[in-house]
T-cell receptor
């Protein structure tokens, strides 16, 4: 049982390049999230999804796009990377609300992205 | 909008002494509250949660947290700190009812340092 797996773990991009971060979970979770972590700012929600084929904006969505074509995968895309997107990105997943005992989110190990 | 405040960037405590990491929240309706821990270069690990019921919840590694609805707080505690508890701690909240939204919002984190 792998949990939440993020690919890649590290990446260096040049300004203007594009890339896709992949998140895969094998827990049959409905909810999936993408966060970025920056010093002193905690985790900020970029986009999230409440189910296959649905996505929604979080606190800091600008410059990012997402897709959830399959329940187990949640992709985060940067179309034209900027230095301000240098950060550590975390994916998380959880069960749907209302199941009381199973509401905590499970996190991947993170992707460290540097844009130069 | 929902939010979480962790008023202390860093908490220092001597090994063997009790520790408290503070968290206050704002959310519509009843909250689901969580504590996570992050060790260097790792993802977030779930510690404990409050969903309903007893205001004092117990979690992993001897940690516990007290939910106080009137003060909208969910402080993390441990009776006797260990050097190995040194890490970054995050408090998080989400609405506890269907239709309240699905966002999981984090605080900015508190660095706990336990010294000999």
């Amino acid at each position: 049982n792998a949990g939440v797996t993020q690919t890649p773990k590290f990446r260096v991009l040049k300004t203007g390049q594009s890339m896709t971060l992949l998140c895969a979970q094998d827990m049959n979770h409905e909810y999936m999230y993408w966060y970025r972590q920056d010093p002193g700012m905690g985790l900020r929600l970029i986009h999230y999804s409440v189910g296959e084929g649905t996505t929604a904006k979080g606190e800091v969505p600008d410059g990012y796009n997402v897709s959830r074509l399959k329940k187990q995968n949640f992709l985060l895309g940067l179309e034209s990377a900027a230095p301000s997107q240098t950060s550590v990105y975390f994916c998380a997943s959880s069960y749907v609300q209302g199941l009381g005992e199973n509401t905590e989110a499970f996190f991947g190990q993170g992707t460290r992205l540097t844009v130069v | 909008a929902q939010s979480v405040a962790q008023p202390e960037d860093q908490v220092n405590v001597a090994e063997g002494n009790p520790l408290t990491v503070k968290c206050t929240y704002s959310v519509s309706g009843n909250p689901y509250l969580f504590w996570y821990v992050q060790y260097p270069n790792r993802g977030l690990q779930f510690l404990l949660k409050y969903i309903t019921g007893d205001n004092l919840v117990k979690g992993s590694y001897g940690f516990e947290a007290e939910f106080n609805k009137s003060q909208t707080s969910f402080h993390l505690k441990k009776p006797s700190a260990l050097v190995s508890d040194s890490a970054l701690y995050f408090c998080a909240v989400r609405p506890g009812f269907t239709g309240g939204g699905n966002k999981l919002t984090f605080g900015t984190g508190t660095q706990l340092k336990v010294e000999l």
